[in-house]
Each structure stands twice: as structure tokens, then as C-alpha cells.
């Protein structure tokens, strides 16, 4: 089922989220939606605290969809080793319409748990290393606007309060 995306402001997206203990139905239930829901608005990753849930998991797939070998879930993920640096514009489905450069390690390689819980190792390079990051980064309440200067973080917050005000966030 495609859910609604939870945009900033919104404080799940600023909480840390609880650990993943139940790989149950439920669970699946919550996976599938999170690619449902992910496709639909056209992104390459997302959180479960983006659908206004506090758990530490994320899905992944850097192909749009074109590549069925290319869905990642990682639950419970933690970075074990990261290296070089890229800089590239990011973006982030809970902050529409906003973009920024972000600098980021050209490589990471994360542990985590699979859909069944099942522990593995998986290294990545570039955008997928980006998308790593970025939704590890969520799982700790922690959003791409964070990394920005804050003048560029601050216009953006202005620019969000007007959207609100106008009844368009
Ligand atoms: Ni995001």
C-alpha cells in the first residue's frame, strides 16, 4: 500500500528511531509498503520514519526500480567502514522541492539485517554509498539539511514556514 510521505516538520523525522526486534508479518507488510510507497514518489531510498514510522529500517534500490537485484532493505544498519569523499546534490523526499550539496564518503560499507534478519555485509560505492548515508542518517533523526551551511539551511527553513503558512507543506 503507497502511504503518504512525512515531510519536515514533522517530529518522527527528528527522533531516533527504535530497533527493529520482530521480523514477523507485520514487518514484511511494512518492507513492501516502503517500496510501494518509494516508487510512487520517484526516490531511491526510504526510511520507515518517513511514513511516520520509528523503526531502523530502510529500503534502497538506486535503480529506480529497473533492477530487481538493486532492492536493498537494510534493518538495525550501521556503517563499519567508510572512505574517500564525494560532493553531489542531494535531496530527500520529506523536504520537497529542496536540494543541497552534500559531502559524503565515496565508499561505505554497512551492516545490517536483512528482511528475514538475517546479518550481512555490503559495500557501495557513489550514489549507493550517498543513499547509505542519507537513510542511516534518518534512522538517527537526522536529515539531509543538517549537512548544509547553515545560511543555506536557514533559508530553507524560511522558505518551508511560507509554504506552511500557505497551507502548501
Ligand atoms: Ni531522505
Request: aromatic share 6%; with cysteine.
Amino acid at each position: 500500500m503507497i502511504h503518504p510521505i512525512v515531510k519536515y516538520g514533522d517530529p518522527v523525522l527528528e527522533t531516533p528511531a527504535k530497533l527493529v526486534d520482530a521480523f514477523d508479518a507485520e514487518f514484511q507488510t511494512l518492507i513492501a509498503d516502503m517500496f510501494e510507497s518509494m516508487y510512487a514518489a520517484n526516490g531511491v531510498g526510504l526510511a520507515a520514519p518517513q511514513l511516520g514510522i520509528s523503526r531502523r529500517v530502510a529500503v534502497i534500490d538506486v535503480s529506480n526500480g529497473k533492477t530487481a537485484e538493486a532492492k536493498i532493505v537494510c534493518a538495525n544498519p550501521e556503517i563499519v567502514h567508510a572512505e574517500g569523499e564525494q560532493r553531489e546534490e542531494e535531496g530527500c523526499l520529506s523536504v520537497p522541492g529542496f536540494r543541497g550539496h552534500v559531502a559524503r564518503p565515496q565508499y561505505v560499507t554497512v551492516r545490517a539485517q536483512d528482511s528475514s534478519g538475517k546479518e550481512f555485509e555490503m559495500r557501495g560505492e557513489g550514489l549507493l554509498a550517498r543513499a547509505f548515508c542519507h537513510e542511516i542518517d534518518h534512522l538517527n533523526g537526522v536529515l539531509f539539511i543538517t549537512h548544509l551551511s547553515m545560511l543555506k539551511r536557514d533559508l530553507i527553513k524560511r522558505k518551508i514556514r511560507k509554504l506552511k503558512k500557505a497551507g502548501d507543506w
